[in-house]
Structure formats: C-alpha cells, structure tokens
C-alpha cells in the first residue's frame, strides 16, 4: 500500500510491473487523502484517508492493512514518516513491514538543523548555518545567502537573500526560518538502497539538469565515484536506514562536495534509476520476501538522461465524487 502517493504514477505502476513479473499474486492499494489523485486510477485498489494530523490517522491506515492483508505499507511524503514510524510496532505485530527508518533517523532528516549536525559529525561537508540576526547586525553582510524553513519540503520557502532588506522580509515570512551559506554549482539527487539491516545496497547520482516547483523535470545518471563513496558513508551512519534514502548535493565550482538535504523516502525523479538499471522495487519486494536479489552499487548505465513532461489520466465526474 502507497500512502500519499498523489502524482507518483511511474512509481506505482512500476511496482505493479515488478509483481507481475516476478509472478507475484498480489495488489497495489493507494491511500490518499484527495479523490481526484492520478495514482487512485492507477492503483489495483483505492481508498481515501484522513490527514496525517487526524487523530483516526493511524487507526485508517492500520484497518486498511488488515481489511486488504498489505503485507508492506510505502509513504511517500515527508510528514508522514514521523507518525508511521513511532508507530511501527504495531504494524509489525500485525505483520506488515513499514518501509521507514527509524524515528531517529526521521528526527535528523526533517529538522535541517538536525541534518547539519548529523553531517558535521561524521566529517562531510555541507553548507554553514549562521546566526540571521548577527548578519543583520553587520552592515557589510557577505551576501547572499540562503534562507529557508527549518522543516519545509519540497523546495517551499526556501529563497536567495541577496541583501538586507530581503533578509529581513523573508525572516518575518519563512516559517521556523535558517540561514544558510550559499554554494552554487552542480546539483545532484541520489538515491540509496538501504536493506532491511541498514547495509546500503546500491547508490545512484543523477545530476540535476532542470528543475520545476523544487522536482527535477530533467536528470542524467552519473557514476561519480565520490558521489557514491560518500553517499554510502552517510547512509552506513543513519542509525536505522531503511528503504531508499534521497539525498541531495551540490559539487561546486571549485569542486567540492557540499551535501545539502537527506530525504528517507522515495524522491519525485526515482523513475531514473530504475530505467537506468537500479530496480529498487524489484530489489524490495525480493528481500521482502527473503528471496535472493542480485544487488550491486554501481550495476547501472551511467549516462541515462530523463526528460519529463506532462501526461494526463481522464476520469468521469462519478469517479472523484
């Protein structure tokens, strides 16, 4: 079962592949929020839920394993990981496995103070978080910098500050708001395959060519060696990896690697992976199901470019009421 899947359509019917093809009995639930969400249509089965706030949130979720015998539930937003994960007993005593990290993991991943730290910690380098009102204080401010929420998604809030009167706008208007460095260069989403022991199983960069509303529209696959080693140091150090682990860096113009976000859940470019070879939902369900996976770290083409666009799926009125 898909939680949130909204518009992850490839995703889903790409795990409906794998099933078929493996020769699986079995169906794609998605559980959403929203009636006129793609993935509903694209599902085997589809059911609306409460908010992740609503007190029944848990209760829907864990009613609906047992009512369609889902033997793995699959969020894919950031706000949801938190609530599931505290709640990933009782979803093992029931026999469905979360495909979540640990809260611990969840609490460094959402706060990017949080994520700062983590990566100060275990010696990667990522952009320096300043005091906002010390640079406010300072006439002759190194702008620009960065600002952005604490705890957003998405790319929402997060702003170029190129001097102080923009600085202090967006304090007054970006929630919880931090101030960063700001590094420029090549950005890179990667996507990591941590098995059900932590153990990272596979990496993928993907250089990101274009971007529209904080998603990458156009991505290539890179086989950057030290991407990949350093990538597999930060995942081996989250204490309870599990799943794909999202993370984003920036090489910068004089060729330093600063790591900037880590995402504990699919991200919204995945598809290029697995059409470059890295068939992190076959890999899944195998291990799932204690079958053997012929996983390696870089056992994918390098140099698969995706170009998205725009698709539709045509419903009846009747069918979002």
Same mark, same amino acid.
């Given at each position: 079962?898909?939680?949130?899947?909204?518009?992850?359509?490839?995703?889903?019917?790409?795990?409906?592949?794998?099933?078929?093809?493996?020769?699986?009995?079995?169906?794609?639930?998605?559980? !959403?929020?929203?009636?006129?969400?793609?993935?509903?249509?694209?599902?085997?089965?589809?059911?609306?839920?409460?908010?992740?706030?609503?007190?029944?949130?848990?209760?829907?979720?864990?009613?609906?394993?047992? !009512?369609?015998? %889902?033997?793995?539930?699959?969020?894919?937003?950031?706000?949801?990981?938190?609530?599931? $994960?505290?709640?990933?007993? @009782?979803?093992?005593?029931? $026999?469905?496995?979360?495909?979540?990290?640990?809260? @611990?993991?969840?609490?460094?991943?959402?706060?990017?103070?949080?994520?700062?730290?983590?990566?100060?910690?275990?010696? %990667?380098?990522?952009?320096?978080?300043?005091?906002?009102?010390?640079?406010?204080? +300072?006439?002759?401010?190194?702008?620009?910098?960065?600002?952005?929420?604490?705890?957003?998604?998405?790319?929402? #809030?997060?702003?170029?500050?190129?001097?102080?009167?923009?600085?202090?706008?967006?304090?007054?208007?970006?929630?919880?708001?931090?101030?960063?460095?700001?590094?420029?260069?090549?950005?890179?989403?990667?996507?990591?395959?941590?098995?059900?022991?932590?153990?990272?199983?596979?990496?993928?960069?993907?250089?990101?060519?274009?971007?529209?509303?904080?998603?990458?529209?156009?991505?290539?696959?890179?086989?950057?060696?030290?991407?990949?080693? @350093?990538?597999?140091? %930060?995942?081996?150090?989250?204490?309870?990896?599990?799943?794909?682990?999202?993370?984003?860096?920036?090489?910068?113009? !004089?060729?330093?690697?600063?790591?900037?976000?880590?995402?504990?859940?699919?991200? #919204?470019?995945?598809?290029?992976?697995?059409?470059? #070879?890295?068939?992190?939902?076959?890999?899944?369900?195998?291990?799932?199901?204690?079958?053997?996976?012929?996983?390696?770290?870089?056992?994918?083409? +390098?140099?698969?470019?995706?170009?998205?666009?725009?698709?539709?799926?045509?419903?009846?009125?009747?069918?979002?009421?």
């Amino acid at each position: 079962m898909f939680t949130s899947a909204g518009r992850r359509v490839a995703l889903v019917r790409h795990f409906k592949k794998i099933l078929s093809e493996l020769g699986l009995f079995g169906k794609i639930v998605v559980a !959403d929020l929203q009636s006129n969400a793609p993935t509903r249509f694209i599902a085997d089965e589809s059911v609306l839920v409460p908010p992740v706030a609503d007190p029944l949130y848990i209760q829907t979720i864990l009613r609906l394993c047992e !009512d369609h015998n %889902i033997q793995m539930v699959i969020p894919l937003i950031d706000t949801e990981l938190g609530v599931l $994960g505290e709640n990933e007993e @009782q979803f093992r005593k029931m $026999g469905v496995r979360l495909l979540v990290s640990s809260t @611990q993991v969840n609490d460094i991943c959402v706060d990017k103070r949080n994520t700062s730290r983590f990566l100060q910690s275990i010696g %990667i380098e990522t952009p320096k978080i300043y005091d906002a009102n010390r640079i406010l204080e +300072d006439n002759e401010g190194s702008y620009p910098y960065f600002i952005k929420p604490a705890c957003g998604s998405g790319s929402v #809030g997060v702003n170029k500050v190129k001097n102080r009167s923009e600085l202090e706008f967006y304090m007054k208007h970006v929630p919880e708001a931090i101030v960063q460095e700001y590094v420029s260069g090549k950005e890179y989403t990667i996507d990591v395959l941590a098995d059900f022991e932590g153990k990272v199983r596979c990496v993928v960069p993907r250089l990101r060519i274009e971007t529209r509303a904080g998603e990458v529209s156009k991505g290539m696959t890179v086989k950057d060696p030290e991407i990949i080693e @350093q990538s597999i140091k %930060i995942v081996s150090a989250l204490p309870g990896a599990l799943g794909c682990i999202t993370l984003q860096c920036i090489r910068t113009v !004089d060729d330093q690697l600063k790591f900037i976000e880590i995402n504990p859940r699919f991200g #919204g470019g995945f598809p290029l992976a697995i059409e470059a #070879g890295a068939d992190f939902p076959k890999w899944i369900i195998q291990l799932l199901r204690g079958s053997q996976a012929n996983i390696e770290i870089d056992k994918w083409d +390098d140099g698969v470019v995706m170009l998205r666009y725009d698709d539709a799926i045509f419903v009846r009125k009747k069918d979002i009421l």
